[in-house]
């Protein structure tokens, strides 16, 4: 029986091959979809996902041609506005409910991929103010594709909450607040020693990004992707304070790959073998490290040691995401179940647009809720 992994790039291929009987743009990108479909699904997805972009875009243009550039914006940013409020709405409910570990997860990335689309929708109007139209077309563009991965990740969570083992949402926030605190904290003490560690002035680089993207997320109440952001920035100040990637010989290099993948691979094994959970962001991450390793395996001598280092990078940064889901899974309480003995739920804000496009937080004992 397909997983979820699957499912989604099967759902996307099939979708997709309609328009590819009579188009070519970003046909290689479908092809490579297609081909690492069975060992990669979720990689085969994100490729999917950027050859869907062009049929949006392909989409918007066609019918500039047919109504003219000036309703066609009205009419997306009117469609857009109505999608967005009633998607918010469906996470709101979501949200507040009890649900499933996975279904967080997903949870969260619809509400995240709802915000982005929120934001270009106002990127787009403030372009029409400025008397832009050409920039307004490619934020509705963008508005109308995030629009669309919101939509298809909360499909997911709606399915994933069906599992009889669920958790009080309030009581997940409060201990999913935790946990995203102690990452934050534990991120800031290991770019200090990078820092320490480094010879010459260092302002954090990409690890400070991670960690950064990490507070943004906290400071939105979206505590599974702050965590997880947190996460990879611990590991990206691991692999400076190594000489993993620093490694010249080549086939050193891609030992070193091979066996930073099983190690990752085994120990987000370890959990899915007794936990029923998802975690999107750490699969993607192995399944990149795994399509580098194939290609470094494969590759002229000029191109092995690049690909061998991202390798390593998606492995111990999966590695450490799955650390975290460890952290987060022992630290739930709820009753026994067959699959699993522990789930989790997180709340997220909800993306409400009124017409005037302006952003208001409002908070309340229970709910945090955002209206656009």
Request: charged residues 25%; hydrophobic residues 35%; glycine residues 4%.
């Amino acid at each position: 029986m397909p997983g979820v992994y699957e499912n989604l790039s099967n759902n996307e291929i099939d979708t997709l091959s309609h328009f590819y009987q009579n188009n070519t743009e970003f046909v290689y990108v479908f092809n490579q979809s297609c081909e690492i479909q069975k060992d990669y699904p979720f990689f085969s997805y994100t490729l999917a996902l950027k050859c869907h972009r062009q049929v949006i875009k392909k989409d918007i243009l066609n019918q500039i041609q047919r109504e003219g550039k000036e309703q066609t914006i009205k009419n997306l940013n009117e469609s857009l506005r109505k999608e967005i409020n009633d998607l918010g709405s469906e996470i709101y409910q979501l949200n507040n409910s009890e649900r499933t570990f996975s279904a967080n997860e997903w949870l969260s990335l619809s509400s995240d991929e709802l915000s982005k689309s929120a934001q270009k929708l106002r990127e787009a109007q403030e372009y029409l103010g400025r008397g832009n139209a050409d920039n307004a077309v490619d934020s509705l563009v963008e508005s109308s594709f995030d629009l669309y991965k919101a939509k298809v990740y909360l499909n997911v969570a709606k399915k994933e909450s069906y599992s009889q083992s669920k958790i009080d949402a309030e009581e997940f926030k409060t201990l999913e607040k935790g946990i995203a605190q102690k990452w934050i904290s534990d991120a800031e003490n290991k770019i200090q020693e990078l820092k320490t560690a480094e010879v010459g002035e260092f302002n954090g680089g990409l690890p400070q990004d991670y960690l950064n993207i990490s507070k943004k997320y906290y400071s939105e109440e979206n505590y599974y992707l702050s965590t997880m952001h947190a996460a990879s920035s611990i590991a990206l100040v691991k692999i400076e304070l190594s000489n993993e990637t620093k490694i010249t010989n080549q086939s050193v290099i891609i030992t070193k790959a091979k066996e930073e993948l099983t190690l990752s691979k085994n120990s987000f094994e370890n959990i899915t073998a007794t936990q029923k959970i998802d975690s999107p962001i750490t699969e993607l991450h192995l399944e990149m490290a795994g399509v580098y390793l194939e290609e470094a395996d494969k590759n002229d001598s000029a191109s092995i040691y690049p690909l061998a280092v991202d390798s390593i990078r998606n492995s111990i940064i999966a590695r450490e995401q799955t650390r975290a889901v460890s952290e987060l899974l022992a630290n739930i309480s709820e009753p026994a179940d067959p699959l699993t003995t522990s789930e989790d739920t997180q709340k997220v804000s909800s993306g409400i647009m009124d017409s005037g496009g302006k952003l208001l937080k409002t908070v309340s004992k229970k709910f945090t809720q955002y209206f656009f």
